[in-house]
Each structure stands twice: as C-alpha cells, then as structure tokens.
C-alpha cells in the first residue's frame, strides 16, 4: 500500500494553518498567515504587558497604603 503523502517533495508546515507547502516564505505556506500569526503574537504581548503593569500598579498601591 502506496502512502500518497510519500510521494510529495521535500514539504514544510505552515507552522500557522498547518498546510503543508514547498518552500515559500520560511516557516509560512503564505504572508497571510505570517501576517496574521504576527498579528496574534504581539496581541498576546500587549496582554502580558497589561497582566504585568496591572500587577506593578497593584504592588506600588500596596507599598503606599503601607507606609500611610
Ligand atoms: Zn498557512
């Protein structure tokens, strides 16, 4: 019994959608989905940023009711 998926080329992954593809754009089968996996990182930074300000702002109300 013949694998079909043996037969394709030397293929990557898209690591976003998980297509696979034949060289292209490094990691990615497109800019779209590079695009929007970069999209999607810096929001997940810009909720780890908030997490961590959120965090410091609630220490430095500790440290100053503290010292009230
Ligand atoms: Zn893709």
């Known amino acids: ?3 079909p998926t043996e037969r394709i080329p030397q293929h990557k992954h898209c690591i976003y959608c998980g297509k696979a593809f034949i060289d292209g754009n490094g990691r990615y089968c497109s800019d779209k989905c590079k ?3 970069k999209e999607e990182l ?3 930074k810009n909720k780890l ?3 961590w300000l959120a ?3 609630v ?3 500790a ?3 503290g010292r009230l």
Do not use: H, P, Q, Y
């Open 1 to 3: 019994m013949a694998e």
């Open 35 to 37: 695009d929007t996996k």
């Open 42 to 44: 810096t929001k997940s």
């Open 49 to 51: 940023l908030l997490i």
């Open 55 to 57: 965090a410091v702002g």
């Open 59 to 61: 220490m430095v109300i």
């Open 63 to 65: 440290i100053v009711i």
